[in-house]
């Protein structure tokens, strides 16, 4: 079995920063944050780069949309021992809307030209939570989907995967072509160390226009407002048992 | 000094000093420290000697790489799967 399989990995704000949101509630603070791999992108990279070691797949594409920036990530899942990359240019206000719906477009478009078997994705973004990508990116090219797993073997034109659902694990049998997402307990992902960032740079990475693959990016979707969570509120420290029922009994909880 | 080990240490401590940059205590504290570790073993001249401090330092890299991972597997877990029992 030798193939293709095409890794979606998406830049976000990265996991230990503290999310500030704009005063005028139109999104988040983006402009010098620091921004890296969505964690759960990596650790479908990882699944890739692991199949292929096992040869039982023969090139990982990584695709990544967004501004030039994006770059910066590709070559991150380079380093991490993905073959070649994909940049699809998405920039400005189309950038600012992209969203599940568009992704999976191209990554259902980029998927049929490159003639993948298997499509591997993050089960969700962490800055935008919508865990629906893969799902629409399966609908869109009428594939099976395998999603959540946490467990991925391929057995000859089929995939078997353990799917963490709620209170335990399912496991299924897809056949190939098919989308996967990754949840978190899939592998370890690999660190990008800098031999490997500095041998990635030679490794090519293909700049691909939407219109190129006829995707088109309007999306009916209006951000109304974006806020902060509720602050957690100040507890109060309370002297005798006595106070503490009386308190208790204040808030209505006995 | 054109000892053949020398790449490999300057190619160590290029590393270490790549990692170092997300250390959660700060990139300056790691760097200090690195610095000072380096220097303490410069007057090193052994090469057998030399190299099991290369090893130590390569041992280093694998812990910082296992706490990164650690780090982020845990603050993901925290997040999305805090109503689990472990």
């Known amino acids: 079995m030798s193939s293709r399989v095409?890794?979606?990995v998406k830049r976000v704000i990265d996991y230990a920063v503290k999310i500030r949101v704009k005063p005028d509630r139109s999104g988040v603070v983006t402009d010098g944050v620091k921004h890296s791999m969505n964690p759960f992108c990596e650790i479908a990279v990882e699944e890739a780069v692991k199949l292929r070691e096992k040869k039982l797949i023969k090139e990982v594409v990584v695709v990544s949309c967004g501004p030039q920036q994006v770059m910066e990530t590709i070559r991150t899942a380079l380093a991490m021992g993905a073959d070649r990359g994909i940049h699809v240019e998405v920039t400005g206000k189309e950038y600012e809307t992209l969203g599940p719906l568009q992704v999976s477009k191209i990554m259902a478009a980029l998927a049929k030209k490159e003639e993948a078997k298997l499509v591997i994705l993050g089960k969700q973004a962490i800055d935008d939570d919508c865990n629906q990508t893969g799902q629409m990116t399966a609908a869109l090219l009428d594939w099976p989907q395998g999603t959540f797993a946490s467990e991925v073997t391929i057995d000859g034109d089929k995939i078997k995967i353990v799917r963490e659902i709620d209170g335990g694990l399912e496991t299924i049998q897809i056949n190939m072509p098919a989308v996967v997402t990754a949840d978190l307990r899939l592998n370890t992902p690999r660190y990008a160390t800098l031999p490997n960032i500095m041998k990635a740079k030679k490794k090519k990475i293909a700049n691909v226009k939407p219109a190129d693959l006829?995707?088109?990016?309007?999306?009916?979707?209006?951000?109304?407002?974006v806020d902060?969570?509720?602050?957690?509120?100040?507890g109060v420290k309370v002297e005798t048992v006595d106070d503490l029922v009386a308190k208790l009994k204040e808030a209505g909880n006995i | 000094m054109a000892n053949p080990l020398r790449s490999e240490v300057v190619q160590l401590y290029k590393n270490l000093l790549y990692l170092g940059r997300?250390?959660?205590k700060g990139a300056d504290y790691f760097r200090e420290r690195l610095r000072a570790a380096f220097a303490k073993n410069k007057d090193v001249q052994d090469p057998d000697k030399i190299k099991e401090l290369i090893g130590r330092g390569e041992f280093v890299v694998k812990e910082i790489e296992a706490l990164y991972y650690l780090r982020k597997y845990r603050a993901m877990k925290k997040r999305y799967y805090e109503n689990e029992e472990s």
């Open chain 1, 6 to 8: 095409l890794v979606g």
């Open chain 1, 228 to 234: 902060d969570p509720p602050q957690r509120l100040a």
């Open chain 2, 22 to 24: 997300e250390y959660p």
């Open chain 1, 214 to 225: 006829g995707v088109d990016l309007t999306s009916r979707i209006e951000t109304v407002s």
